[in-house]
């Protein structure tokens, strides 16, 4: 197929459509490249020495299209339903920065060390193994079950790509475009996704613990089960998100967008929500309490929020705007109120002992804390505004 003399896009898309290889849109690479590549490929990886078949290599959608078809001693890409015990690509090292691999067959690639090989391994060798795919075109490509743990993806397009249970710790996704990819069950421990676009994006029974998400886009995502304690969200926004049951423990969320956010159930216990926008959200049966100290809601709006059962044990609602919320058998026992807007609100069924609700003088290390998120926040606070609340099961 090397001596076809074309670059006809049209000619090799239905050239390949006739080999059954669909996903493949480039001519033939020629003979010398494939011997070249044939070559490489014999180079048995060694972890300790930082080599691999491809490391430093640059590499383009033709060349990995050749190896993808002749993968395996020609059995082809790996099928995520029928073949998980065989391992896909490995391209650890390999450059392809700005890489054209839209819609590959990429299952279960090697762009660095599996999890079973990064934990004994140095720092150094983890690095040495990691590929470069910074700003490569990846739309609609298959990466399920890949490994690619601190992995280079910054500014690469991954929108509705399939990375369901890939290996993602620790990996470089800043500024990506991740809108509406499957990546249910993926790992991505501390993982790096400041200012990402993950709009719609599935991220159900998902591991982001202590993952860095300063300023990323996931509204409307589904992030059910998910396990985000410790996560970094601050300014994020996750309005209208799917987060049903999902762990928020100390999860720092400081002026993120919750707007209408799906958050029954969840662990926010100790979490930091200082400033952030949880107006009309569903917070039934959620848990803002904590072993030491509840969560951090000062000024938070939480205004028609849907608190039903949920737990603010302890919780620092100082200055926060819970006007119209619902609260039928809400526990703020022990709640820190002062200065909260509990106005047209019922609570008559909602637990309140102990509630603080007078007025106070915030702390100076606190006020440093909240300032840092809400410049205007009061040193004094008032007593809890209760305007229009019903208070007693008879009034």
Request: glycine share 8%; charged share 25%.
């Amino acid at each position: 197929m090397h001596k076809i003399g074309t670059n006809n896009a049209q000619f090799w898309a239905s050239h390949w459509q006739e080999h059954g290889q669909t996903w493949r849109t480039e001519p033939e690479i020629d003979l010398e490249r494939q011997n070249f590549l044939a070559q490489q490929r014999t180079i048995l990886p060694d972890i300790a020495r930082g080599q691999y078949p491809f490391k430093d290599v640059k590499l383009g959608r033709a060349d990995i299209e050749w190896l993808l078809a002749t993968h395996d001693q020609g059995r082809g890409p790996v099928d995520w339903h029928s073949g998980r015990e065989r391992t896909g690509l490995d391209l650890r090292g390999a450059d392809l920065r700005l890489a054209d691999l839209r819609n590959l067959p990429l299952t279960r690639m090697l762009g660095s060390l599996p999890w079973s090989a990064w934990l004994p391994a140095t720092p150094e060798q983890r690095a040495m193994a990691r590929i470069h795919l910074e700003e490569a075109q990846m739309n609609g490509a298959n990466l399920a079950g890949a490994a690619l743990n601190e992995a280079y993806l910054s500014g690469a397009l991954l929108y509705e790509a399939n990375l369901e249970e890939a290996e993602l710790g620790g990996v470089h996704l800043q500024k990506t475009v991740l809108a509406r990819a499957q990546m249910q069950g993926a790992d991505l421990l501390g993982a790096h996704l400041e200012e990402a676009y993950l709009k719609g994006v599935h991220l159900e029974d998902a591991y982001l613990s202590g993952a860095h998400m300063r300023d990323a886009d996931f509204s409307y995502a589904h992030m059910e089960n998910a396990d985000l304690s410790s996560a970094h969200l601050e300014k994020a926004n996750l309005s209208h998100a799917h987060a049903e049951s999902a762990n928020l423990a100390g999860a720092a969320l400081q002026r993120a967008d919750l707007y209408e956010a799906l958050l029954s159930g969840c662990n926010l216990e100790e979490a930091h929500l200082e400033g952030a926008n949880l107006c009309r959200a569903h917070l039934e049966m959620a848990s803002f309490s904590g072993r030491h100290a509840g969560a951090h809601l000062e000024s938070a709006d939480l205004s028609r929020a849907h608190l039903e059962n949920a737990c603010f044990y302890k919780a620092h609602l100082e200055g926060a705007c819970l006007h119209r919320a619902h609260f039928k058998m809400t526990n703020l026992i022990a709640a820190h109120c002062e200065g909260a807007d509990f106005s047209n609100t019922r609570l008559e069924e909602a637990a309140m002992e102990f509630a603080h609700l007078g007025g106070k003088t915030v702390d100076p290390e606190d006020l440093a804390r909240i300032r840092k998120w809400v410049e205007d926040f009061p040193e004094q606070l008032p007593s809890a505004t209760l305007k229009g609340t019903f208070l007693e099961r008879n009034t």
